[in-house]
Structures are given as C-alpha cells and as structure tokens.
C-alpha cells in the first residue's frame, strides 16, 4: 500500500470535491458525505488521513460508533451524486437508497461505493475538535457563522484499493 504515491492526484480530487467519506454504524447502516477538506500525512511513523466533520452531521454519529470510515474517489462524471451526498441529510433519509451510487461489499473496507475509482480505509485512532478561541477570526467568519466547529477525525491508513 502507497497512499502518497499519487498524493497530488488525491489531493486535487479532493479540493475539487470528488470525495465521499462514508461508513456504517451500529445498525449498519451506511451514510456517506462529500468532502473537501482533510490531510493526508504522517502520524506517530504511519500513513494517516485526518477527515474534518461537524458534530451536526449524521456521519459523525456513525463515526463515534464505527471508529472506521472508507475515502471514496469518484470521477466528475458523477457529479450529480456527489453534490446529492453533500447536501442530503442521512438524518432524513438513507442517501444510497437514491440509487445515485451504489454501496458494495468488499473485504476489508467500511463503506466502499463500487463507482469509486480510489478506496482509502481508515481507522479512527484519535479525535479532537476545531478550538475557536486560536482560530484567525477571518475564518471564523467565513466557515463557522454558525459556531458549528469540525471534529477532526485521524484515521489510521490501513488499506487502498485503485481500480
């Protein structure tokens, strides 16, 4: 496994918003959210990918409970969905149920969508939330209005998949 091989290309699917975070809790149920945020390094001698969710979000929920999330690469061609995933509530609704992306059964990840061209395994070792009181009040401004600040979520880096 090399996650940081192709790191520029996965970075650039990420800023441009191709990327599901998803996973299953308890009930295994799955949910899945679009991101645009997150990092890619190294933590404590290991390849790590620390995802930022709000505590309002469904898949946080299914974070606490699961402790393990899949990184879902997707193609432009399916905007559609990816736009769906990061608008819908899984609070409201069982977003896979739309039929937009299709969730799939694959040893040894979470939440794997068959579409996804790229799959990151993750599992959570370490939490931590976004502390306001540092933050450059520009930021606070544009992305926390709302005083809704991320939970960082680090998750170890156990397997990759590209198809």
Known sequence: MEPFKDLQGLMEELKKGNVILATKG????????????GFFGIMWS?????????????TWRL????????LNFLDEKY????DYFGTASG???????????T?????GFTAPIKEAHTLIECRITHVNNVEPFILPMEYIDNFYGDNAFHTLFYGKIEKMLKR
């Open 91 to 101: 609070y409201e609704e069982d977003k896979f149920k739309k039929g937009l992306l």
């Open 79 to 82: 905007r559609s969905a990816l």
């Open 26 to 37: 308890k009930n295994e149920r799955a949910n899945g959210m679009t991101i645009g945020w």
């Open 46 to 58: 290991e390849s790590y990918f620390i995802a930022a969710v709000r505590p309002s979000r469904f």
């Open 63 to 70: 974070l606490h409970d699961s402790k393990r999330f899949t």
């Open 103 to 107: 969730l799939e059964t694959l040893e």
